[in-house]
C-alpha cells in the first residue's frame, strides 16, 4: 500500500479553491525516466497532433485511453494516483482512466490555451456528473511565466459549466462570463518543478500563454472517472472501467518501455470536443 495520502487540509483546499499543488509528488529519478522515454518514443510522436490558437501557434498533444505496463501506465495507475483522487471525487464507485494525454509546448512555437473548463470539452461526451471526475497534471519539464505555465481562476469550479464556442481549434470559455468572475476571483499563475503535481476539478476556469521561451513545456495530465458516471457519447469505454493499482515503485522497478499501440490512441478526426 502507498504510503502516499493527501492531508485532510489539501482535500480542504481542493473543495475550496478547485485544486492543489503537491510538491515533489514525483523524485528526481522517475521524471529523468519519464523524459527520457518520451523524448524518443517513436509511438508517442507518431500520433501526437497540433491544435492551433487563434494566432496560429500550434500545441502538440497525444491522447491515449489504455493505460498499459509502460512507464507512464504504471504512473497513471500508481497507489499514489489513484487512492489521491479518490479522496477527492464524489461518490465511492471505482476510480477509472478516462484518458492520459501528453501536452508539448515546444520553444517559441508552442501555442496558447483560451480559457475553458474541461468539463466544457466533456459534456459533449454526456458524462453527467463533474464532481465524479478530476485531473492531474504532472509536470515533466519546468513551468513558468515564461514558457506558458498554466493559470487558473481560484473557485470558479463552483460555477458550474459556462458556454463555451470555438477559439481557433480549441474550445474557449465565454470571455463575457471569464471578465465577471476576474473581478471577484484571484488569477494564479502555476508555476511548478517537474516532479510537481498539479489537481483540479473540471469545471476550473484555466488557460495558458503561448511558450515564447528557449526552453519546452511537457506536462502529463491523467483524467480519472467514477465507475458509476457513465458518458451517453463517449466510445472508449475507459472510463467505466475500474483500475487495477500497481505499486508505486513499480515506475522505477519495473522495465517499462515507451507507449503500445494498444494504448489505444485519440485520432484528431474523432476528437468530439472539435465537433
Known amino acids: 500500500m502507498s504510503n502516499f495520502k493527501l492531508t485532510t487540509g489539501q482535500i480542504a483546499a481542493y473543495h475550496q479553491d478547485g485544486y492543489i499543488i503537491v510538491k515533489n509528488f514525483l523524485s528526481k529519478e522517475e521524471i529523468e525516466k519519464l523524459y527520457a522515454i518520451v523524448t524518443g518514443d517513436d509511438t508517442m ?26 512507464a507512464y501506465g504504471l504512473l497513471t495507475k500508481s497507489e499514489r494516483m489513484v487512492h489521491s483522487v479518490d479522496q477527492l471525487m464524489e461518490e465511492t464507485t471505482p476510480v477509472c482512466h478516462f484518458h492520459s494525454k501528453l ?18 470539452y466533456w459534456y459533449k461526451n454526456e458524462f453527467l456528473f463533474p464532481n465524479q471526475m478530476i485531473s492531474v497534471m504532472i509536470a515533466i519539464t519546468e513551468a513558468n511565466k515564461e514558457n506558458g505555465c498554466l493559470q487558473v481562476i481560484k473557485g470558479t469550479h463552483k460555477m458550474g459549466r459556462i458556454e463555451h464556442g470555438f477559439a481557433g481549434e480549441q474550445i474557449g470559455a465565454s470571455q463575457h462570463y471569464v471578465d465577471l468572475v476576474l473581478k471577484t476571483r484571484e488569477l494564479v499563475y502555476v508555476e511548478i ?13 484555466h488557460r495558458s500563454e503561448a511558450n ?19 458518458p451517453y457519447n463517449e466510445p472508449s469505454q475507459s472510463s467505466t472501467v475500474p483500475l487495477q493499482t500497481v505499486a508505486d515503485e513499480s515506475l522505477q522497478q519495473w522495465y517499462a518501455n515507451g507507449l503500445q499501440e494498444s494504448a489505444n490512441f485519440l485520432q484528431k478526426e474523432n476528437d468530439m470536443a472539435l465537433k
Open 45 to 70: 510522436k507518431n500520433h501526437a497532433f497540433d491544435l492551433n490558437d487563434q494566432s496560429g501557434k500550434k500545441t502538440k498533444l497525444a491522447l491515449w485511453y489504455t493505460p498499459g505496463n509502460d
Open 103 to 120: 501536452m508539448q509546448k515546444e520553444p517559441r512555437v508552442g501555442g496558447a490555451w483560451e480559457w475553458h473548463q474541461d468539463y466544457g
Open 193 to 205: 518543478q517537474p516532479g510537481d503535481a498539479l489537481y483540479f476539478h473540471p469545471n476550473l476556469l
Open 212 to 230: 515564447l521561451s528557449d526552453k519546452p513545456r511537457w506536462s502529463l495530465i491523467s483524467v480519472y472517472n467514477r465507475s458509476g458516471n457513465i
